[in-house]
C-alpha cells in the first residue's frame, strides 16, 4: 500500500518510531550512494524520520539499482537507475515518500475537486489527507502530465503555474510526514484544516490582536495559487475566517487551515534581524517559495493592532500584513514564528 492509511493495522509502510534501517543492495553503484545520501538529508532535516544503516533488523528497506528505470519503490525496497533527467536526488526524495507510506499526491480521495484530465487512475479512498489542502508541488505530485508542461491534466483552482515537487519536499509534504510519524518537539506544532478542528481537542496558536481587541490566531489559506498566512479570527457566534494578503488586497476566506499545537512545541515570537532558524515555513508561493509567519504592530486612529501576515523567503525583512482590507508592509518590529 502507498497511502497514509493509519487506520490499517497491517499498513507496514508506516515505520515504528519512524526509523528506517536500510542496507545497500551488491548491485547498488558507489557513483549513486551520494545521491541516496542527499535524499534522506532531506527528511532528516525538515521531519523526525530517520534512515539508519541496518544492524541485524528483520525488517529494512533495500536500496538497489536498475539501469532500465528512473526510480521505482515497491514494499521494502527502492531502485535507481541513470535515465534521470531531473537528477537522482529528487527521484529518491519521491521514491522514499513512497516507502514511507505517501501515495501520489493526485490519488488523494478528493482529487477530483482540483485535477482531472485522462490518464488519471482512481481516486484512492483509504488515503489519509490529515485535513491539510491539495498540494500541487508535492514532492508526490506528478509533473509532466500538467497542462503546463504539455500533458492532460487540468488543475481547477485559478492561479496554479506549475505541477510537481521541484528538487524537495513541498511545506506541505513535510506538514504531513511530522503529522503521520507523530513527531514531537519542534515539529509538534501541527496545521488543521478548519472543517476537522475541535477545540476540545486541539489547541490554536494565539498571534496577535485586532484593534478592538479580537484575538487573532495563525491561519493559513489558499489564494489564486498561492498558500498564504493570515490572521484567524474565532467568534463567539458563527463560522471562523481567516484574513489573509495578496496583491494588495485583503481576502477572507472561510475554508483555510488553523495552526494549533496540543503537543507543547515550545512556539515563540523571535524578534531578529533576519529569519531565525527555527522560523515556521507556513505557505508557499506558486513558484515554490516558502512564506514564513510574521506579526509587527500597526496603527490606526490611535489604535494598535498586532496582527499576522506573511514573509516571502527571498526577502525576509519584507512583512505583508492583511490590515483594513488591503494588504500592508509592516513598518515596525518583526516577530517570526519560530521554534527553539
Keep these: 500500500k502507498r497511502n497514509f492509511d493509519t487506520n490499517d493495522k497491517n499498513w507496514i509502510n508506516k515505520w515504528k518510531g519512524g526509523v528506517v534501517p536500510y542496507q545497500y543492495d551488491s548491485s547498488f553503484p558507489d557513483v549513486h550512494k551520494a545521491d541516496f545520501q542527499c535524499a534522506i538529508n ?8 530517520r534512515f539508519v544503516p541496518r544492524t541485524g533488523q528483520s525488517t529494512f528497506l533495500t536500496v538497489g ?4 528505470v528512473c526510480g521505482v519503490a515497491y514494499g521494502t525496497r527502492v531502485d535507481i537507475g541513470d535515465s534521470c533527467a531531473g537528477g537522482a536526488c529528487p527521484v529518491l526524495i519521491h521514491e522514499l515518500g513512497h516507502i514511507l507510506g505517501y501515495a501520489h499526491e493526485q490519488d488523494r480521495p478528493d482529487r477530483d475537486q482540483y485535477i482531472g484530465g485522462p490518464g488519471l487512475g482512481p481516486p484512492l479512498s483509504t488515503f489519509e489527507t490529515f485535513c491539510i489542502m491539495y498540494d500541487y508541488l508535492s514532492i508526490e505530485h ?4 500538467c497542462k503546463y508542461y504539455g500533458g492532460p ?7 496554479v503555474t506549475k505541477c510537481g515537487g521541484g528538487k524537495s519536499l513541498s511545506v506541505l509534504d513535510v506538514n504531513k510526514f511530522n503529522t503521520c510519524y ?10 488543521m484544516g478548519i472543517k476537522c478542528f475541535d477545540p476540545s481537542k ?3 496558536v494565539e498571534g496577535g490582536y485586532d484593534l478592538d481587541g479580537t484575538k487573532f490566531y495563525v491561519c493559513r489559506g489558499w489564494h489564486h495559487g498561492d498558500i498564504i498566512p493570515g490572521k484567524g479570527v474565532f467568534p463567539s457566534s458563527g463560522s471562523p475566517y481567516c484574513y489573509v494578503g495578496h496583491f494588495n488586497q485583503e481576502f477572507t476566506l472561510f475554508d483555510f487551515e488553523v495552526l494549533t499545537n496540543s503537543n507543547g512545541a515550545n512556539l515563540q515570537w523571535a524578534v531578529t534581524p533576519n529569519v531565525p532558524a527555527g522560523a515556521l515555513g507556513g505557505g508557499r508561493v506558486t513558484d515554490r517559495t516558502t512564506y514564513y509567519i510574521g506579526r509587527c504592530f500597526i496603527k490606526y486612529n490611535d489604535k494598535w493592532s498586532l496582527a499576522i501576515g506573511k514573509i516571502y523567503a527571498n526577502d525576509s525583512r519584507n512583512l505583508r500584513i492583511p490590515f483594513g482590507g488591503r494588504e500592508v508592509d509592516c513598518v515596525t518590529e518583526i516577530g517570526y514564528l519560530s521554534c527553539n
Excluded: A, M, Q
Excluded at 507523530?182 to 496545521?191: E, F, P, Q, T
Design 153 to 159: 491534466w487540468v488543475p481547477k483552482l485559478s492561479g
Design 65 to 68: 539499482y536498475n539501469k532500465d
Design 202 to 204: 486541539h489547541v490554536k
Design 142 to 145: 506528478y509533473e509532466g502530465e
Design 182 to 191: 507523530d513527531c514531537k518537539g519542534c515539529l509538534g506544532y501541527r496545521w
Design 42 to 49: 532531506e527528511y532528516h532535516t525538515k521531519t523526525c524520520i
